[in-house]
């Protein structure tokens, strides 16, 4: 049985900016080290496919610049026409693969942007998803175990043991993101994971999962698996499908639903703090990036500048992101990095070039 890995890259990663750009989002940005998430994210699947089996959806002004950069097939990077959400991302992985694979193939749905430094592992926990959906009639979704009590990430009910099979559960439900409290009660029930967005299951279950719960994206997906001119097709019939999340298309009511807990270190790293979790820092607690750094009595800042080698210096400050590209700099608070989306919705709003 054959098995292809597909990356959605069509997000936009506003808490990034200015570093993150319409043309230049946060998946293709270098923000640990000289490799894009997305360069990360592709050679993790390697070791569990050919290239020639990894899928990376995304909108049509990136395929040029991906199609450059990652080293897959070019003709296995697939433009959107318009955006319409990850439900009709997964409708439109579903007919592609159904299309090079056929209805046993099994498939994985991945974000572009994660962060996982044990890729051995992560090879491993994904090869156990890959093991049960090639059995199994059931739609897996990946937890990761919380370590904190998030509050900016979903989080996956774990009931029983799923049949015999070892470290695989019923899973009872989804919770939206919590405010604190409760997210502290998830942590300590110890019966909730974190939901990673992560996805494997067979071509024909997901179908079927999509003609039940999305019967209109499973009909043009049908449409575009079986057409003979599928560049024409996908631009004529993808805009026609609803504008929805596959977590309210297909999870929330989905009863065939499996949870796998992961096995490896994981992140999201939703806007600029994250760094601090994977850059080391001085004897001050400063992270930077790229930038050539000078500070005197400053402590806990996240520096990064886009012109590698930028000379960024700090005196007294304490506590704040500063981040440098060729046309606009940052200076936030890090208690604040969630505002930097308002940041970008004011430029929006003035009609800048600078998005």
């Avoid at 043309?23 to 270098?30: N, R, V």
């Avoid at 991302?89 to 994660?114: I, T």
């Avoid at 400063?286 to 700090?314: L, P, R």
């Avoid at 046309?327 to 930097?340: K, V, Y």
Wanted: proline share 5%; aromatic share 8%; net charge negative.
């Amino acid at each position: 049985m054959s098995f292809y890995a597909v990356i959605m890259a069509g997000g936009s990663g506003e808490r990034f900016w200015p570093a993150s750009r319409h043309s230049k989002p946060k998946q293709m940005l270098s923000l640990f080290d000289e490799k894009s998430l997305i360069e990360h994210t592709v050679e993790r699947q390697l070791k569990l496919c050919p290239a020639e089996q990894v899928l990376v959806i995304t909108s049509q002004k990136l395929v040029p610049t991906l199609r450059e950069l990652l080293p897959i097939p070019s003709e296995n990077i697939i433009g959107e026409p318009c955006r319409r959400d990850t439900a009709p991302a997964v409708g439109l992985a579903a007919a592609l693969v159904r299309k090079l694979g056929g209805d046993d193939a099994v498939m994985s749905m991945l974000p572009a942007d994660q962060i996982i430094h044990d890729e051995e592992k992560y090879a491993a926990t994904m090869q156990s998803l890959i093991n049960v959906a090639e059995q199994e009639d059931q739609l897996i979704t990946l937890g990761i175990k919380p370590t904190y009590p998030a509050t900016g990430f979903g989080y996956i009910h774990r009931g029983s043991n799923f049949k015999n099979y070892g470290n695989v559960y019923d899973c009872l439900g989804f919770q939206e993101k919590p405010h604190a409290e409760l997210a502290t009660k998830l942590l300590k029930s110890g019966q909730y994971f974190w939901n990673a967005g992560i996805f494997v299951w067979s071509v024909k279950t997901i179908f079927c999962a999509l003609e039940k719960s999305a019967p209109q994206i499973a009909e043009i997906a049908i449409k575009l698996s079986d057409s003979e001119n599928f560049v024409t097709d996908l631009s004529n019939l993808f805009p026609k499908m609803p504008k929805i999340s596959v977590d309210y298309a297909i999870m929330e009511k989905a009863q065939n639903i499996i949870v796998v807990p992961a096995d490896f270190d994981w992140d999201d790293a939703g806007s600029w703090p994250a760094l601090q979790n994977h850059l080391s820092a001085d004897e001050n607690g400063n992270v930077s990036q790229n930038a050539e750094t000078v500070t005197i009595d400053s402590n806990n800042n996240i520096i990064y500048s886009e012109v590698n080698g930028h000379t960024i210096a700090m005196v007294g400050i304490t506590d704040m992101i500063a981040v440098h590209t060729e046309d606009a700099t940052l200076i936030c608070p890090i208690d604040r990095a969630q505002e930097i989306k308002q940041i970008v919705q004011k430029l929006n709003e003035k009609g800048s070039t600078k998005l």
